[in-house]
């Protein structure tokens, strides 16, 4: 069965058909004819599977343990009730703040006093941001490994320097990495997710210092089991703290200098904001592994 019957019987699109199997959950074989894939009867039981718990929103690295046949589908639709049911606490608990703000005759001083020592409670904050960090922590984990550069110890002139370069890498940092093309801009792949990389020239003094710098090719494979808003938040946290950090800092300046001032003051906290933000930018593109 090629693609677009394996994606009207299943109801997964093509695009989510490649990033499963980029992902390990499905092996389909290849036609000898055409080289296209195809779907067996057992890769559809897989697929429609893997459809069924993802609308439980069941994290992948479990489905992929449970086709592994590392654990059974009883286990894990248990473990996932577990994590819906902790939700369930945790927007009950939320839509209950909500309608205490919807009810209330006047929100003054007292009651936001009030409800801030409700929320603030250990239980209560455990309860709504313990999911906050694990989360970020999965969003940091899948941008390092969208792109990553490192500064070799020895030079690259030849192919088979830059191969040794990254065999080199991936033993200090355990990495399954396997050399896929040869050359320059050499190509590899790291746990089956395919990457390029290139050298980067930078000056640091009077003499320049390579850098490599590897992009993952298929990016859409690394995306975290974390909800699209929750995800874009955490992104714009993650990549944009020195200029949240420094509006906080240069606000109150803003607000303290004197009004012919005003404005200049703001100019000046908007031009330091763009240089601290084009050198984060500089960092994260160069110099971060």
Same mark, same amino acid.
């Given at each position: 069965?090629?693609?677009?019957?394996?994606?009207?019987?299943? /109801?997964?699109?093509?695009?989510?058909?490649?990033?499963?199997?980029?992902?390990?959950?499905?092996?389909?074989?290849?036609?000898?004819?055409?080289?296209?894939? +195809?779907?067996?009867?057992?890769?559809?039981?897989?697929?429609?599977?893997?459809?069924?718990?993802r609308m439980?929103? =069941?994290?992948?690295?479990?489905?992929?343990?449970?086709?592994? /046949?590392?654990?059974?589908?009883?286990?894990?639709?248990?473990?996932?009730?577990?994590?819906?049911?902790?939700?369930?606490?945790?927007?009950?608990?939320?839509?209950?703040?909500?309608?205490?703000?919807?009810?209330?005759?006047?929100?003054?001083?007292?009651?936001?006093d009030r409800?801030?020592?409700?929320?603030?409670?250990?239980?209560?904050?455990?309860?709504?941001?313990?999911?906050?960090?694990?989360?970020?922590?999965k969003v940091?984990?899948?941008?390092?490994?969208?792109?990553?550069?490192?500064?070799?110890? +020895?030079?690259?002139? =030849?192919?088979?320097?830059?191969?040794?370069?990254?065999?080199?890498?991936?033993?200090?940092?355990?990495?399954?990495?396997?050399?896929?093309?040869?050359?320059?801009?050499?190509?590899?792949?790291?746990?089956?997710?395919?990457?390029?990389?290139?050298?980067?020239?930078?000056?640091?003094?009077?003499?320049?210092?390579?850098?490599?710098?590897?992009?993952?090719?298929?990016?859409?494979?690394?995306?975290?089991?974390?909800?699209?808003?929750?995800?874009?938040?955490?992104?714009?946290?993650?990549?944009?703290?020195?200029?949240?950090?420094?509006?906080?800092?240069?606000?109150?300046?803003?607000?303290?200098?004197?009004?012919?001032?005003?404005?200049?003051?703001?100019?000046? /906290?908007?031009?330091?904001?763009?240089?601290? /933000? =084009?050198?984060?930018?500089?960092?994260?593109?160069?110099?971060?592994?």
């Amino acid at each position: 069965m090629n693609a677009k019957q394996a994606e009207q019987c299943t /109801g997964i699109s093509r695009r989510n058909l490649r990033f499963y199997e980029q992902q390990g959950l499905i092996h389909p074989a290849r036609n000898p004819d055409n080289d296209y894939r +195809d779907y067996s009867q057992q890769d559809l039981e897989a697929l429609k599977l893997i459809r069924a718990l993802r609308m439980l929103d =069941t994290p992948l690295e479990d489905i992929a343990a449970c086709l592994r /046949g590392e654990t059974t589908v009883a286990d894990l639709a248990a473990a996932q009730a577990i994590r819906l049911q902790q939700r369930r606490k945790e927007l009950e608990m939320s839509i209950g703040f909500c309608r205490q703000l919807q009810s209330a005759a006047t929100v003054d001083a007292a009651f936001v006093d009030r409800l801030l020592r409700q929320m603030d409670t250990p239980e209560t904050r455990r309860s709504l941001f313990q999911d906050w960090k694990a989360d970020y922590r999965k969003v940091a984990a899948a941008d390092r490994r969208r792109s990553f550069a490192f500064t070799p110890d +020895d030079n690259i002139a =030849t192919a088979a320097d830059f191969t040794n370069v990254l065999c080199a890498y991936a033993n200090d940092h355990g990495l399954n990495l396997v050399i896929t093309k040869e050359g320059l801009e050499p190509e590899f792949t790291i746990d089956g997710i395919p990457y390029r990389a290139m050298r980067l020239h930078r000056r640091m003094g009077p003499a320049p210092v390579m850098t490599v710098r590897c992009v993952a090719q298929t990016p859409e494979a690394l995306e975290p089991d974390v909800p699209q808003g929750r995800k874009r938040l955490l992104r714009l946290l993650r990549n944009s703290w020195p200029l949240l950090f420094l509006a906080f800092f240069w606000l109150p300046r803003v607000a303290s200098a004197e009004p012919a001032n005003r404005w200049e003051v703001l100019l000046a /906290g908007l031009l330091l904001a763009v240089s601290v /933000g =084009t050198l984060y930018w500089f960092y994260l593109r160069n110099y971060r592994e």
